[in-house]
């Protein structure tokens, strides 16, 4: 069963930063960033090729930047000029998902 581990988040202002990262037991698919809101359903908001391709959700275009660390099996995300609309439970996992998810990681933006 693949293992994913999501670490990195917390509690920032508005116009923070933060990095989060994700360890990946199965690692060799495009892999993504998701995130879940209280009361929204989880969305992508970020993905990334193994050959290095990224898309992002237009919320977060210009803000949040996905990379990923062949050699540590890693996928981070990059969040710079985070808005309290980015409050939510950032996930990582294959695009499309694995059946199962981590725990995730909690950000929350706010003064």
């Known amino acids: 069963q693949v293992q994913l581990v999501e670490s990195g988040g917390g509690l920032v202002q508005p116009g923070g930063s933060l990095r989060l990262s994700c360890s990946v037991s199965e690692y060799g698919y495009t892999m993504g960033w998701y995130r879940q809101a209280p009361g929204k359903q989880r969305e992508l908001v970020a993905s990334a090729t193994s050959g290095g391709n990224t898309n992002y959700h237009y919320s977060v275009k210009g803000r949040f930047t996905i990379s990923r660390d062949h050699a540590e099996k890693k996928v981070h995300l990059q969040m710079n000029s985070l808005k309290p609309e980015d409050t939510a439970v950032y996930y990582c996992?294959?695009?499309?998902?694995?059946?199962?998810w981590g725990q995730g990681t909690q950000v929350t933006v706010s003064s």
């Open positions: 996992n294959r695009v499309p998902e694995f059946a199962s």
